[in-house]
C-alpha cells in the first residue's frame, strides 16, 4: 500500500498571503489529521477529519482551517499568513472507523516558509 | 498546548551501547506510541501500545505503556549508526496525538 503523501513538499509565501496544503491518506484510512511542527512548540494538532466533518480541533486560531473530501483526502487552508506560521506541517493517517487505536501513520510533510 | 514531558531531551552513545528514554503525562492515555524522525521527513512509527503494562518488542527496540497510562518508556538494544535521529513519544486518545519534545540520539561509530 502506498503511504500518506503531501504536496507541495515545499512552499514559500510571504505575509498575509494565504496557502492550501493537500494531504492524501493511505487507502482504506478514513481519518486525516493535520499536524503543525516548529522548534519551538514542537509537533502540535491542528485537526482531524472523518468523513468529511471535523471531529477534533486544536488551540489554534481560525486562519487554520481544513476539509476533507468523499474519496477521504483533505487539505488544509492557512489564510492571512504570518511569519510564524513557517513551520513544516504534517498529515496522518488512521482507518477511522469504530473505537480509535489512535495508530497515525505520517506523510513526509510540506515546510512552508512564511517571509 | 498540551505536551508531553521526554527526557532526555539528547544522548551522546558510542555504537554497540543500549538507550533508554521515557515520556511522563499528568493526564492518561489510550493508546502510547514511539516514533522515528529523520531531518525533512515524515515521524515513523515505530512501536504502538494499546494496554497498561504491555510490553512491545520490535527488533531491537522494546516499549511499556505504563501502569498508570500516564508513562511509556522505549529501550533500544546494541545502538548502531542508523538509529541516529529524534525519537518522539506521542500519547493517543480520542483520534488525536499529543506529542514529546523528542529525544535527540547520536550514535558514534
Known amino acids: 500500500k502506498a503511504g500518506v503523501t503531501q504536496t507541495p513538499r515545499y512552499l514559500i509565501k510571504t505575509r498575509g498571503q494565504q496557502v492550501t496544503l493537500s494531504c492524501s491518506p493511505i487507502?482504506?484510512?478514513?481519518?486525516v489529521s493535520w499536524y503543525q511542527q516548529t522548534p519551538g512548540q514542537g509537533l502540535q494538532f491542528l485537526f482531524e477529519y472523518f468523513s468529511e466533518t471535523q471531529r477534533n480541533k486544536g488551540n489554534f486560531p481560525g486562519r487554520f482551517s481544513g476539509r476533507q473530501f468523499s474519496n477521504s483526502r483533505s487539505e488544509m487552508n492557512v489564510s492571512t499568513l504570518e511569519l510564524g506560521d513557517s513551520a513544516l506541517y504534517l498529515c496522518?493517517?488512521?482507518?477511522?472507523?469504530?473505537?480509535?487505536?489512535?495508530?497515525?501513520?505520517f506523510g513526509p510533510g510540506t515546510r512552508l516558509t512564511v517571509l | 498546548g498540551q505536551q508531553l514531558n521526554q527526557s532526555p531531551q539528547s544522548m551522546f552513545i558510542q555504537e554497540g551501547e543500549d538507550v533508554s528514554m521515557n515520556c511522563t503525562s499528568s493526564?492518561?492515555?489510550?493508546?502510547w506510541l514511539w516514533y522515528k524522525q529523520d531531518p525533512g521527513e515524515g515521524p515513523v512509527l515505530l512501536i504502538a501500545l494499546y494496554k497498561a503494562g504491555e510490553l512491545t518488542s520490535n527488533g531491537r527496540l522494546t516499549a511499556q505503556f505504563g501502569i498508570t497510562r500516564k508513562d511509556s518508556f522505549l529501550n533500544i538494544s546494541a545502538s548502531i549508526p542508523s538509529d541516529v535521529g529524534i525519537y518522539f513519544c506521542?500519547?493517543?486518545?480520542?483520534?488525536?496525538?499529543?506529542f514529546g519534545k523528542g529525544t535527540l540520539l547520536t550514535v558514534n561509530p
Open positions: 493526564s492518561i492515555f489510550n493508546t
Open positions: 506521542a500519547g493517543g486518545s480520542n483520534y488525536k496525538l499529543t
Open positions: 487507502s482504506g484510512h478514513r481519518s
Open positions: 496522518a493517517s488512521e482507518p477511522g472507523q469504530g473505537i480509535s487505536t489512535d495508530t497515525q501513520y
